[in-house]
């Protein structure tokens, strides 16, 4: 899945010792993206700014909480590029 947007924030995350970049990506006016970057994928975003647009390759991830059983959705970004 190909997600195309401006992006509005960066954020580092260090969470238990899993490094990652978060970036909201605003698509249209009304929705946000919340994609996460991992691993060698956190250098790759290094190279962009707020209010650049992008292209992103996402993966969607699921996951169940062992503590709470809530359930969640990633997107885990696989490839970015200048849109």
């Known amino acids: ?23 909201t990506l605003v698509p ?16 790759e975003i290094a190279t962009y700014k707020e209010n650049d647009e992008i292209q992103v390759d996402v993966t969607l991830e699921g996951k169940i909480s062992k503590n709470s059983g809530i359930q969640y959705n990633n997107l ?3 490839a970015v590029r200048e849109a």
């Open 1 to 23: 899945m190909t997600i195309t947007g401006t992006i509005e924030s960066i954020e580092y995350r260090n969470t238990a010792g899993h490094e990652k970049k978060v970036v």
């Open 28 to 43: 249209d006016h009304r929705q946000k993206a919340f994609v996460e970057f991992r691993g060698r994928r956190m250098d």
């Open 76 to 78: 885990v970004a696989f």
